[in-house]
């Protein structure tokens, strides 16, 4: 089993531009999220999905849209990317809501 | 919404000793509080997590203490390693919202061999 996979792994966007994030798991898992990890910051809930076809934001949503596009992938879209939005993206899933969530490796995205 | 502190942001251990970090949260209702190790460019990882209805746990070398009164909760790594140097961080989450986590800022943890 892959686990959580994520692409890209870097990317470098300007000011505007739009992006997605792709996130799969292969453990079949309910629930999936999305957060950002910015220094002293620990990581911050962009949106969750508890199971297919709900999306729900998280504590950081405004910029950000997501897709629950079935049961294993969970993308998130910078519509229009601003500096703001320069960070480390994790995706993340879990068996349901109040266990272990098991993280992907991670994107990290500039935007200059 | 629940608002998670982790002291110290960074520690510096030599190895064989013991290293503790501490996080404190302001919801009374949050039930269910992980910790997650962080290796350098790799997602986190949980090592351990605790329960409202449990007072210490242990699995290892690693122990976690809850002290609901005082809303605080504590990790303890015995015997450190090399292999212990990470960030690590703290989380708290709640039944009545969903159990989305809130996380600490994270502690770094440096193992001097």
């Known amino acids: 089993n892959a686990g959580v996979t994520q692409t890209p792994k870097f990317q470098v966007l300007k000011t505007g531009q739009s992006m997605t994030l792709q996130c799969a798991q292969d453990?079949?898992?309910?629930?999936m999220y999305w957060y950002r990890q910015d220094p002293g910051m620990g990581l911050r809930l962009i949106y969750y999905?508890?199971?297919?076809?709900?999306?729900d934001k998280g504590e950081v949503p405004n910029g950000y849209n997501v897709s629950r596009l079935n049961k294993r992938e969970f993308s998130l879209r910078l519509e229009s990317a601003a500096p703001s939005q320069t960070s480390v993206y994790f995706c993340?899933?879990?068996?349901?809501?109040?266990?272990?969530?098991?993280f992907g490796p991670g994107t990290r995205l500039t935007v200059l | 919404g629940e608002n998670v502190e982790q002291h110290p942001s960074t520690l510096s251990v030599q190895e064989g000793d013991s290293a503790v970090i501490k996080c404190t949260y302001s919801?009374?209702?949050?039930?269910?509080f992980p910790w997650y190790k962080q290796e350098l460019g790799k997602g986190p990882q949980l090592i351990i997590d605790?329960?409202?209805?449990?007072g210490e746990k242990k699995d290892q070398r690693i122990a976690v203490t809850l002290n609901k009164t005082a809303k605080h909760f504590s990790l303890h790594i015995t015997e450190t390693q090399p292999e212990d140097s990470a960030v690590y961080f703290c989380?708290?989450?709640?039944?009545?919202?969903?159990?989305?986590?809130?996380f600490g800022a994270g502690t770094t943890v440096t193992v001097r061999a």
């Open positions: 993340a899933s879990s068996e349901q809501a109040s266990v272990e969530q098991f």
């Open positions: 999905s508890a199971s297919e076809g709900t999306t």
């Open positions: 919801d009374s209702a949050s039930n269910y």
């Open positions: 453990m079949n898992h309910n629930s």
């Open positions: 605790i329960r409202s209805n449990v």
């Open positions: 989380a708290a989450s709640l039944a009545s919202n969903d159990y989305k986590l809130s």
